[in-house]
C-alpha cells in the first residue's frame, strides 16, 4: 500500500510544473511512510531511537510509531488475530507503557494467547542495543475457573527506549472478532486494522470518535489450500492520531475514543446452514423477562409479601406505599458497590443478608412495589461511566444496571435503592445516561425510555451582613436547596462535629479568611428542601482607610473548567441547575462606596447558559444578586468556544470588588 502511494505522488510531482516546492511537501512526508513500513520485527531506525520530543505533540510520555492488527476467519469458524506494536518512550511517565495485560477465557468458548514476542531497544554509544524479553518474565495468572491473564514488564525501560511487542490471539468463536481502537492516551502515528471474513459470515460494524480515516480499502480474496472460498478483505488506516485525555464535563471517554467495533449478525452457508447470532431488541426484552435472574425474580414472593404487612397499610395512598417501600429497602439493604442488571441469589436470601449488587437491591425493590399493587417494571441500561448503548447492536452485555419505574396516575418515577441516603425521587447522576430499556412482564412490551429526574437542582442563598472598619463582614447567611445541591450537602453534613468546618470548606470562597461561629440544619425529609443557616465573620482587604471586599463571599467560581484551545468532543453536565445569591450588607457609618462593580448580564447565543449579577447602592446599604443558570444537559463540540468564553467572562466578572473609603474629616 505504501509503495502505491509513494509512486502515485512521485508520478503527480513529475506532471506538476512548481516541483521544487512541492518536492519539499514530499520529503516531509516520506519519513512517515517509510516508518510506517518498517513492519519487520527489530527493524528500528535511527531516527526514531534519537527521537527525544514527539513534533506534533510536545507534551507526550510516549508515542505510537505503529500499531498495526489483522484478523481473519477460517472456515473451521475460528478466529486468528496478530497484533504488533512499537512504542517510542520520551519520559519516565512513558514507562507504564512498557506494561502489557490482556484476558482471555479458557472455555466456552476455548480462547488462548501465544507466540509472543518482546523486545526493548537503546542507543548505547551510537549503537542500537536490543534486549528481549525472557520467557520467564511472561505472567500467566488464573483468575478463577473461567479467566486466564497474560502480563509483563518491557525489561531496560528508560527515557529513550523504543519498545515492540507482538502476539497472537485465537478464539473457536466468530463472534470474538476483536474490535480496534485507534486512539490511545498517548499520540499514534500509524494504526491499521486488516481483517477478512468470508462470504458466509455478515457482521455489523460501527466507528466511533472524531478522527478521520486516512484511507480504507475493501477488496475481494479468495482463499488458498484444499477448501476453496471467497471473502472480503477490509483495512482501516489512521494517522497522526492525537491522544484522548479525560476532560471535564465528559461521558465515558470510550464513547468518543476513535474506533472500529464488531458484531456477529448471521452464518449463511446456502442449503447448509442458517444461524442467527444477533437479536432484536424485543427478543431481547424477552430474554431478560425470562431470565432466572431477572425477569423470574419479579414473580410474587412470599417472604417479601410478609414483609409488607409491616411496611404499608391499606389506608396508604399509591404514592404513600412507593415512598414507605424504598425508604425500606435502601436503608435495609448494604450495595457491595457492584453494578448488574441480574440479581447474584434468591432475593430472600439477600434481603436476609442485607448485601447485594445493585440488581439484588433494585430488583427486590420492583418485586415489593408490584406486590403492593403498584405498577411497577424494571429498566435496564448503561451508566455514564459504562458508557452509551449502541442501538445498532441490540445485546444485553451493553447494560450494567438496572432501576425501577413506577406509574403512580399519570406521573412516573425512576427510583434506585442502593443508597438510603439519597431520596426516592433523585437518580445518582451516572445512572441518567439519556435512555434506558423498559421491560413490561405484564403486557410483553418492551421500549426505550428518556432517563431523567423529575425535581429541579435549585440553590437559593441570602447573606444579611454588617462590615466594620476594621474589614470584618459579620452575619448571617440563610441557604435553601433540593435535588444535588440539597443531596450532596445532607452528604457533607453527615459528621456533625465537623458541619462548620465544612460549610466553610465547601461554601464559602476564602476558607482561610473565613469564620464560622455556628450552622443550624432544619429537620427535613430527605426528598424536602434542605435548609440551613450559619453565623459567620468573612475578613476583607482593609488598608489604612480603604477597604476591598469581594462581594462573591459564597459560591465564587475560581477556574474556568474549559481550558482548552477547542474540543472535539461533546460537553456533558451531570445536570441542569439554578444558583441565585442575595448579598445585602450595610458599611460604617462614615465611609462611602468609592468603586463599586456594574451589574452584568450575559448568557450563550441559545440562552441555556445564563449569569446576571446586579447591584444596587442605597445610603449606607448595598445590595447584590447574581443569578447562574445552566438549563441544557449536553453542548456539541461547535458550542464549546461559547461555553469556554461564558466561563471566562463568569469568573472575571466574580473577581471584580468594591472599593470604600473612609470620609475625611
Not at 398 to 412: A, M, P, S, T
Request: aromatic letters at 12%; proline letters at 4%.
Amino acid at each position: 500500500m505504501f509503495a502505491y502511494q509513494l509512486n502515485n505522488i512521485l508520478t503527480a510531482l513529475v506532471m506538476i510544473k512548481n516541483f521544487p516546492l512541492l518536492l519539499i511537501v514530499l520529503f516531509m512526508f516520506i519519513p512517515q511512510l517509510i516508518e510506517a513500513q518498517k513492519r519487520d520485527f527489530g527493524d528500528i531506525s535511527k531516527q526514531m531511537i534519537e527521537m527525544e520530543v514527539y513534533d506534533k505533540d510536545s507534551t507526550a510520555s510516549a508515542v505510537v510509531i505503529f500499531d498495526v492488527g489483522d484478523a481473519e476467519l477460517d472456515n473451521r469458524l475460528e478466529v486468528e488475530f496478530r497484533r504488533h506494536i512499537r512504542i517510542k518512550i520520551l519520559t519516565d511517565e512513558g514507562f507504564t507503557y512498557g506494561d502489557f495485560s490482556k484476558r482471555y477465557i479458557e472455555k466456552n468458548p476455548e480462547q488462548d494467547i501465544t507466540r509472543i514476542k518482546a523486545a526493548t531497544y537503546n542507543l548505547e554509544n551510537g549503537k542500537i542495543v536490543k534486549t528481549e524479553l525472557d520467557k520467564d518474565d511472561i505472567l500467566v495468572d488464573k483468575e478463577g475457573d473461567d479467566y486466564t491473564e497474560v502480563k509483563f514488564t518491557m525489561p531496560a525501560l528508560r527515557p529513550g527506549s523504543i519498545i515492540e511487542y507482538e502476539y497472537l490471539f485465537k478464539s473457536d468463536s466468530p463472534i470474538d472478532l476483536p474490535d480496534w481502537d485507534f486512539q490511545k492516551s498517548i499520540p499514534s502515528m500509524w494504526s491499521e486494522y486488516m481483517i477478512r471474513i468470508p462470504e458466509w459470515f455478515r457482521y455489523l460494524k460501527v466507528s466511533r470518535g472524531y478522527e478521520p480515516f486516512f484511507s480504507i480499502d475493501e477488496k475481494p480474496y479468495q482463499s488458498g489450500g484444499r477448501q476453496n472460498y471467497v471473502g472480503t478483505e477490509s483495512t482501516w488506516v489512521m494517522k497522526d492520531i492525537p491522544a484522548i485525555e479525560e476532560a471535564p464535563y465528559m461521558k465515558s471517554i470510550d464513547n468518543y475514543r476513535s474506533a472500529i467495533k464488531f458484531q456477529l449478525a448471521n452464518i449463511t452457508v446456502p442449503g447448509v446452514v442458517y444461524e442467527d447470532y444477533l437479536s432484536d431488541w424485543p427478543r431481547v426484552g424477552g430474554a431478560l423477562a425470562e431470565s432466572s435472574s431477572h425477569g423470574k425474580k419479579l414473580k410474587r414472593n412470599k417472604f417479601l409479601a410478609n414483609i409488607l404487612e409491616d411496611i404499608i397499610s391499606e389506608e396508604d395512598s399509591e404514592l404513600e406505599k412507593m415512598k414507605k417501600i424504598y425508604s425500606h429497602v435502601s436503608s435495609h439493604m448494604n450495595w457491595n458497590e457492584v453494578l448488574s442488571f441480574n440479581a447474584s441469589q434468591y432475593l430472600e436470601d439477600s434481603y436476609k443478608e442485607g448485601d447485594g449488587n445493585s440488581a439484588d437491591i433494585n430488583l427486590m425493590l420492583v418485586n415489593m412495589l408490584k406486590e403492593a399493587g403498584l405498577s411497577a417494571h424494571s429498566v435496564v441500561l448503561s451508566t455514564t461511566d459504562h458508557g452509551d448503548v449502541i442501538r445498532m447492536f441490540p445485546l444485553i452485555s451493553q447494560f450494567n444496571h438496572v432501576i425501577g419505574y413506577v406509574e403512580i396516575g399519570n406521573d412516573f418515577y425512576f427510583l434506585d435503592a442502593k443508597n438510603e441516603k439519597r431520596p426516592f425521587n433523585l437518580l445518582p447522576a451516572n445512572s441518567i445516561n439519556s435512555v434506558g430499556f423498559l421491560i413490561d412482564i405484564p403486557k410483553e412490551q418492551f421500549r426505550w425510555i428518556n432517563i431523567e429526574n423529575k425535581d429541579e437542582n435549585n440553590l437559593s442563598i441570602y447573606i444579611d451582613a454588617k462590615l466594620n472598619e476594621d474589614g470584618r463582614l459579620v452575619g448571617v447567611m440563610n441557604s435553601k436547596s433540593n435535588g444535588y445541591y440539597a443531596h450532596y450537602s445532607r452528604d457533607d453534613f453527615e459528621d456533625e462535629d465537623e458541619i462548620e468546618e465544612t460549610v466553610k470548606q465547601t461554601v464559602f470562597s476564602d476558607p482561610v479568611n473565613t469564620v464560622i461561629d455556628s450552622v443550624n440544619v432544619k429537620e427535613s425529609e430527605l426528598h424536602e428542601d434542605l435548609r440551613y443557616s450559619a453565623h459567620f465573620e468573612v475578613s476583607a482587604n482593609a488598608s489604612g482607610n480603604v477597604i476591598y471586599l469581594n462581594p462573591m463571599i459564597v459560591e465564587r467560581l475560581i477556574d474556568n473548567p474549559f481550558k482548552e484551545e477547542e474540543r472535539v468532543f461533546p460537553i456533558d453536565f451531570d445536570y441542569t441547575f439554578d444558583e441565585t445569591v442575595t448579598l445585602r450588607f450595610t458599611i460604617p457609618d462614615g465611609w462611602a462606596v468609592d468603586e463599586i462593580p456594574t451589574s452584568k448580564i450575559f448568557r450563550t447565543p441559545d440562552e441555556s447558559a445564563n449569569y446576571r449579577k446586579l447591584f444596587q447602592a442605597a445610603g449606607n446599604t448595598i445590595m447584590m444578586q447574581y443569578k447562574f443558570s445552566i438549563n441544557k444537559h449536553n453542548y456539541n463540540p461547535e458550542d464549546y468556544l461559547f461555553l469556554k468564553d461564558f466561563f471566562k467572562a463568569l469568573i472575571q466578572n466574580q473577581s471584580e470588588q468594591i472599593v470604600l473609603k473612609k470620609n475625611e474629616e
